[in-house]
Structure formats: C-alpha cells, structure tokens
C-alpha cells in the first residue's frame, strides 16, 4: 500500500493521527504574499523578458547516478574505441545532429527539444552532485570527507519546489511540489537536495513513495479511513483547533509546523482536487502502454495529470538510486533496459503535451546529476565494462514554455570531456527555471537566524529562447 511521505528530518515521518488520515501530512503552506508576473506581455519583438512568466508548471526528469553524454546525447564517432563506446548513432529531426541509435523515438522528436551539451559543475560524488543539481548551491559543508558527512540536513539550500514554495505558496489543495516514485535512499544514506532544507519542513515538496504501475497503487494520504465520514472528519477538526487555541500549548516550532501540515491535509482531503489526479486508473489502457507498463514510464503520465491539475513543480526520478551509475556494464544496461524505457515514455508524454498544448506552458528538463567518463574502465572484480562519475560535462534536454526546439547549445572536445563552448552551470538551470515561471530576479530566501539568501545566483540560459550562442 502506497503512502505520501512528508519528512521531518531524515529519520522520522509526522502523522496526522489526530485527523484519522492514513498516510502523512502534505508539505506546502501559504504565506501571504504572491510573486505573479504577468501573462500579458506582448513584445513586438523577441525579448527574454517575453518568456518569463510563460511556464505555469516544471517538469524535471531526474536520470539519477549520471547517465552517460557520449552513449546518448553527445556521440564522438570519431573518437578512439576506448572513448566512443559500444553504440552507433542515427540522425535526428535536427541536421547534422546525431543521438544514440537506441533511442530512435526521441530522434523523431528532437524539434520539440533543444539539447544542451555543456552542462557543467565540480561535484563528482552522488550525493553532493544531487544537491547541486537540485538547487544550484553547494552544499554548505566543507569539500571531502565521507558520504556520512553529505547526507542530507536541514542546513542544505531548499531545493526548487521548496523554495517555490517559500515565494509564491497557494491554498488551493494543490501542492506546490510533487516528486515521485520515490525518495532517494541508499542504505544509511539520504541524498540531498530533496526538500526544503533551512526553510523547514512545512515547505517540503510532497514525495510519493510507490509504483504507479502497481495495480495496487494508492496515495493513501488522499482518501479517508474506512468509517470516516466527512461530518466526523470535520468534527475531529473542530476538536484540534480547539486544543490548539489552548494557551501555552504546543508552542514550539516543531509542533507549530505539525499543526499547519494537518490543516492542509484536511483542505485536500476535503477539496479532492488531487485525488483524481492521482487516480491513474483512469486513463485508458492503450495510453497507459503508449507510455510503457513500468516504474518510470507510469511516473511519466502521473506526472502529465500532476501538470494538468495544476501543480507547479513535478520532479520525476528514472531509478532508485543510482540506476545510471553505469559502471559495470554501461552498454548492456542502457540498450536493455534503461534508454528503451527512457524513448518511450519520453516520445509519450511529450506527444501528449504538444497535442494538448501544454508544453507551451510547462518547461520540461531531462537531466542527470552529471555524466560519465570518456574514457571506458573496468572495475576491481568486474569483467564488464562501464564509465565512471564526471561532471566537467554533459547533457541535458529542454522543450516547452518559450523554449526553442530543434536546436543544439554548446560544443564538448573530441571525446566529450570538456566545454569548447560556454558552459552552463545548474546555477544557471535553477535561474531558468524561476524566470520561466516569473519569479522577480531579487527574491531572497530567509533562513531560521533571519539572514537573506538570493535564490537565484546564476545566468538565464538564454540561448534556449533566442538560439544564439553567447
């Protein structure tokens, strides 16, 4: 049975027991100011000011443990066998633009994209990487150390649903971040970058825990107990508020945010609004296999009815963790598994959202938390070969909300390794994302000793409008 996770900290889940909600509290708020730009621009001429605003929902497709630039995006024909890997490439909608030959769905589509393929950072450990990647900060702990030192912590930069969250919240019974299937967990480790850091828990993005492809999939958090009716519900929330008004109680910052998450859990058990959207069961059977009968692919079209209900920030995650960490056998993982999955549901969603005409209000970005080495290694004890973590560059994919299609930004070496053309920093993807959505360039967060943080420190990548290099 699935439950809807709201974390605390990063051992412990609140409940709304005193609601009799099955599942756990939802984790959005609203204060009482906006940060809405206008929709109503009307340039005579290409301006980047004329797409702000233009994205109503974010879509990040997070290939999590770094997928491969050279065995996908990014293909160096030319290069020697040690570099250029086991895969041919095919030619895309794009002339003289190729892409791997495994994914000849998304080669049909490259006009709805622009490929970008001098992303870049310094980060080449998982989890510091994901921190980066999913807030365009560091993380605030010194550079070395053991991954015990890099788990996440609620002194870690809020990630962009939460500090969307911060600046433009809503009351409406939609959250203002979902990211699903799953939450990133590998034994002891959580990786950060995943909630709202130093704003605190209230502004956590609500995370699914569970398989859209299970026939038994359920967002408990969504539906009442059994012999709960409405009227008692309702009743039991008349009961709280009341011990909540009491004087000298529950008064701690804890508690205070535990009594604002069960109010919003009780508006969105009584709005309903996602409830259906979460309801994948019903969407025909032929979509549902149009987007593949599997973990991510579900997610995929999840995450189309998460943007057609309206929630701003959807984060979508191919694989636990890890899953594109392709050091033992890079070519037989992607050919089998993970770029057939990856071109069907992509081909889908993206179909659906041209077709519908929501891709001209939703930024989509398909991304890793960086790439794979150029050269091809095996490891100790291995005897199947595989690439390695690097992040001096890689690729990443952007369609939709203002964003031109059918174009290539940037330019890597013979072998992929490094930027020959301007590279572009998750700083500078975190900028992107908050001026799509007409977030004002000098907002600032506020952490618990009250000291201002900007949330946007890089560059707008601007050639994903206008189509020039700068």
């Not at 959005?28 to 340039?43: I, K, M, V, Y």
């Not at 992303?119 to 989890?127: I, Q, T, V």
């Not at 605030?140 to 890099?150: A, M, Q, T, V, Y």
């Given at each position: 049975m699935l439950e809807a996770r709201y974390r605390l900290d990063r051992r412990g889940w609140l409940q709304v027991g005193a609601l009799g909600v099955v599942g756990s509290i939802l984790p959005?708020?609203?204060?009482?100011?906006?940060?809405?730009?206008?929709?109503?621009?009307?340039?005579k001429s290409f301006e980047l000011s004329s797409v702000s605003g233009k994205a109503k929902s974010v879509l990040i497709v997070l290939l999590s443990g770094g997928p491969s630039q050279l065995d996908m995006w990014d293909p160096k024909p030319e290069a020697p066998a040690e570099v250029r890997g086991e895969f041919s490439s095919i030619g895309t909608t794009i002339s003289g633009v190729a892409i791997c030959e495994h994914m000849p769905r998304l080669a049909k589509q490259t006009n709805l994209?622009?490929?970008?393929?001098?992303?870049?950072?310094?980060?080449?450990?998982?989890?510091?990487?994901?921190?980066?990647?999913?807030t365009g900060r560091d993380t605030?702990?010194?550079?070395?150390?053991?991954?015990?030192?890099?788990v996440e912590s609620r002194n870690d930069f809020p990630n962009f649903a939460a500090a969307l969250d911060?600046?433009?919240?809503?009351?409406?019974?939609?959250?203002?971040?979902?990211?699903?299937?799953?939450?990133?967990?590998?034994?002891?480790?959580?990786?950060?970058?995943?909630?709202?850091?130093?704003?605190?828990?209230?502004?956590?993005?609500?995370?699914?825990?569970?398989?859209?492809?299970?026939?038994?999939?359920?967002?408990?958090?969504?539906?009442?107990?059994?012999?709960?009716?409405?009227?008692?519900?309702?009743?039991?929330?008349?009961?709280?508020?009341?011990?909540?008004?009491?004087?000298?109680t529950n008064s701690s910052t804890e508690l205070a945010a535990f009594r604002d998450q069960q109010e919003i859990a009780y508006r969105l058990l009584t709005s309903g609004k996602m409830t259906d959207a979460f309801d994948i069961s019903r969407e025909p059977e032929a979509t549902r296999e149009r987007y593949g009968k599997n973990k991510f692919g579900q997610s995929l079209l999840l995450s189309r009815r998460m943007i057609e209900a309206g929630v701003p920030m959807i984060q979508a995650t191919m694989g636990i963790v890890q899953t594109w960490d392709t050091h033992v056998d890079n070519w037989g993982r992607l050919k089998n598994t993970l770029l057939p999955q990856l071109d069907q549901g992509l081909e889908a969603l993206m179909t659906d959202l041209s077709t519908s005409g929501l891709l001209e209000q939703t930024l989509v970005i398909v991304m890793g938390e960086f790439g794979r080495t150029p050269k091809i290694s095996t490891l100790p004890g291995e005897k199947i070969a595989g690439r390695d973590h690097w992040a001096h560059a890689y690729s990443g994919l952007f369609a939709g909300a203002g964003v031109r299609g059918g174009q290539v930004i940037g330019q890597t070496d013979f072998q992929a390794a490094y930027p020959v053309t301007r590279p572009w920093t998750p700083a500078d993807v975190c900028s992107t994302i908050f001026h799509a959505l007409g977030v004002?360039?000098?907002?600032?967060?506020?952490?618990?000793?009250?000291?201002?943080?900007?949330?946007?420190?890089?560059?707008?990548?601007?050639?994903?409008?206008?189509?020039?290099?700068?």
């Open positions: 959005w708020q609203q204060p009482a100011n906006s940060l809405l730009a206008s929709d109503n621009q009307s340039p994209w622009t490929l970008l393929r001098t992303m870049s950072h310094r980060e080449h450990n998982h989890l510091l990487a994901t921190h980066v990647a999913l605030p702990i010194p550079r070395g150390g053991s991954d015990l030192d890099r911060f600046v433009r919240p809503r009351n409406d019974g939609i959250p203002t971040g979902v990211s699903l299937p799953n939450y990133l967990i590998e034994g002891p480790l959580t990786w950060p970058g995943q909630h709202a850091g130093f704003l605190g828990a209230k502004h956590d993005p609500w995370q699914i825990q569970g398989d859209p492809n299970a026939s038994a999939f359920k967002v408990d958090a969504l539906s009442l107990r059994e012999g709960v009716p409405q009227q008692r519900l309702a009743s039991r929330r008349e009961l709280l508020q009341h011990l909540n008004n009491k004087p000298n004002p360039d000098d907002v600032q967060l506020t952490d618990p000793l009250q000291r201002p943080h900007h949330l946007l420190n890089g560059t707008v990548i601007s050639p994903l409008y206008t189509g020039r290099e700068t």
